[in-house]
């Protein structure tokens, strides 16, 4: 029993087992359990160091009612060596009751009968410190049911605030609610197999049949799939998981299916998988788009643009119908394009990580370095910032020193040299004076830059600068800093 020492449990038992404690351990192989747990409600959480509380609000019918739940999991306990208890109540306080103290391995309280069926429990049912245990049990106070009678102010007056809080919470007086391990999925479906599975093609099957499920759900709602997960429960307990997530929101089955199939390899299904879930951990609203226009009979829509092909009738009926067809024609061209490159955005993002995905958009910065910065392929342009000279197509990431030869301090150079090459400039264009951001204070206050484009003999083009004003008494600096088409 907890308290004895380790001599005198040997003492009476010479071949007992004997293990270090692992805290850290337990606890990962509880929150492990608690994920397992998830096949029965999304709403799992640990509680203390060995137990699991699961909200089965509108669940229990999906395995043949409370009992039918509770002998399941029990069974599925048993199988994995685990012995539990497990309770069904209305309140957290009174199936934490029953499960420790009420003898049954697994019991359904019926609604509204909490009061009474915990009456007869000890007083340590409720949850309470050991020393307020023995106290109430010094005082005579030895079940549950002893504590009805008296006044609330006289028990929070005698043993604190605690002690009433945990009686209201068993008879559903007070409130407690769960925190569940992850976010409620908004949408999800569960596939249960009758032999477990293990194969690559049945799980892909499997996974099929799921997204088709699922889709067609977020599509009478009106929504798309942001971020999906798929978890596989494995007959030995362990629960294998994988993660897409879409640049925008998307019903496709198919194209679902392809970002997924890139990591089915990495599940391992052990001695099977028993059971499947996919769920929509975030979706957003996706409304129906109409990805083609059917033409007339008597109309030809795309095979000569801008002819407007003549109608036994009306000639206005015609022009109107055929500008109609037209436009319908470039709206269908965009959202193809669109739809396509959200397909690329998804693969490599699935490949390579969300945040290594993403395109450069302007910046309100005078300094070139700064006139940009990479957001999410489709985040939504908060551009207001526009530079009328030309920019070079490719900036370095940092300017690279050149030797540059000009004939007047504030000329461009007819030579420079770059990377032990000599290139003769032909034609030029400048300078643009910018200066730091003096705002920010500190060195930003001192940069200035005289920028030039040049052309070389061989036709290239440079985004060439001289650091800092021109002064007699020191050799001017010169960099490149871009490069044009």
């Known amino acids: 029993m907890p308290g004895r020492s380790l001599g005198d449990a040997r003492a009476r038992h010479p071949a007992l087992a004997i293990d270090e404690a692992d805290p850290a351990g337990d606890a990962a192989a509880l929150q492990r359990l608690a994920h397992w747990c998830q096949r029965y409600s999304p709403w799992t959480v640990p509680h203390g160091s060995d137990a699991i509380l699961l909200d089965l609000t509108g669940c229990a019918h999906l395995r043949g009612g409370e009992a039918n739940l509770a002998g399941e999991l029990i069974e599925r306990l048993r199988r994995q060596d685990i012995a539990g208890r497990a309770a069904i109540a209305d309140t957290v306080g009174a199936a934490w009751a029953v499960a420790r103290c009420g003898g049954a391995e697994s019991a359904v309280v019926p609604p509204e009968a909490a009061r009474s069926t915990i009456a007869a429990l000890p007083v340590a049912a409720l949850r309470l410190d050991p020393v307020l245990a023995i106290e109430?049990?010094?005082?005579?106070?030895?079940?549950?049911?002893?504590?009805y009678a008296l006044p609330r102010a006289a028990l929070a007056a005698r043993f604190g605030e605690g002690l009433a809080a945990r009686l209201d919470q068993a008879l559903g007086v007070a409130a407690e609610p769960l925190s569940p391990l992850p976010p409620?999925?908004?949408?999800?479906?569960?596939?249960?197999?009758?032999?477990?599975?293990?194969?690559?093609?049945?799980?892909?099957?499997?996974?099929?049949?799921?997204?088709?499920?699922?889709?067609?759900?977020?599509?009478?709602?009106?929504?798309?799939?942001?971020?999906?997960?798929?978890?596989?429960?494995?007959v030995d307990g362990?629960?294998?998981?994988?993660?897409?997530?879409?640049?925008?929101?998307?019903?496709?089955?198919?194209?679902?299916?392809?970002?997924?199939?890139?990591?089915?390899?990495?599940?391992?299904?052990g001695l099977g998988i028993e059971d499947m879930?996919?769920?929509?951990?975030?979706?957003?609203?996706?409304?129906?788009?109409?990805?083609?226009?059917?033409?007339?009979?008597r109309v030809q829509p795309a095979t000569a643009r801008g002819k407007i092909v003549p109608f036994p009738g009306d000639k206005a009926v015609a022009r109107q119908v055929a500008?109609?067809?037209?436009?319908?024609?470039?709206?269908?061209?965009?959202?193809?394009?669109?739809?396509?490159?959200?397909?690329l955005v998804d693969r490599l993002a699935n490949r390579l990580g969300l945040p290594?995905?993403?395109?450069?958009?302007?910046?309100?910065?005078?300094?070139?370095?700064?006139a940009q910065r990479f957001v999410p392929a489709f985040a939504p342009s908060q551009n207001t910032w526009r530079v009328d000279p030309p920019r070079p197509i490719r900036l370095l990431s940092h300017p690279e020193p050149v030797q540059?030869?000009?004939?007047?301090?504030?000329?461009?150079?007819?030579?420079?040299?770059?990377?032990?090459?000599?290139?003769?400039?032909?034609?030029?264009?400048?300078p643009e004076r910018l200066c730091g951001e003096w705002w920010f204070g500190g060195r930003e206050a001192g940069v200035l830059r005289d920028y030039y484009r040049v052309e070389d003999e061989a036709g290239r083009r440079f985004w060439l600068y001289r650091d800092g004003l021109f002064l007699p008494?020191?050799?001017?600096?010169?960099?490149?800093?871009g490069l044009f088409a």
Do not use: N
């Open 136 to 147: 109430l049990e010094r005082l005579g106070l030895r079940r549950v049911g002893d504590l």
């Open 184 to 234: 409620v999925p908004a949408r999800w479906m569960q596939r249960r197999f009758a032999e477990p599975i293990g194969t690559p093609e049945a799980l892909a099957d499997a996974l099929q049949r799921l997204l088709e499920r699922l889709c067609v759900v977020l599509g009478e709602d009106m929504l798309g799939a942001r971020r999906l997960v798929l978890i596989c429960h494995r």
């Open 238 to 269: 362990v629960a294998a998981q994988v993660t897409v997530g879409t640049a925008r929101p998307t019903r496709d089955p198919s194209h679902l299916f392809r970002l997924f199939a890139e990591r089915l390899a990495m599940i391992d299904p």
């Open 277 to 297: 879930v996919l769920a929509a951990m975030s979706v957003q609203r996706l409304a129906a788009v109409q990805l083609r226009l059917a033409a007339p009979a």
């Open 323 to 343: 500008r109609a067809l037209l436009a319908a024609e470039d709206r269908d061209r965009d959202i193809g394009d669109a739809a396509e490159l959200a397909a």
């Open 356 to 370: 290594s995905v993403g395109r450069l958009e302007p910046h309100q910065s005078h300094v070139p370095e700064r």
């Open 404 to 430: 540059a030869v000009a004939l007047m301090p504030d000329d461009p150079p007819i030579l420079f040299r770059w990377r032990r090459l000599p290139h003769r400039v032909r034609r030029a264009d400048g």
């Open 473 to 481: 008494t020191a050799e001017p600096r010169w960099f490149l800093h």
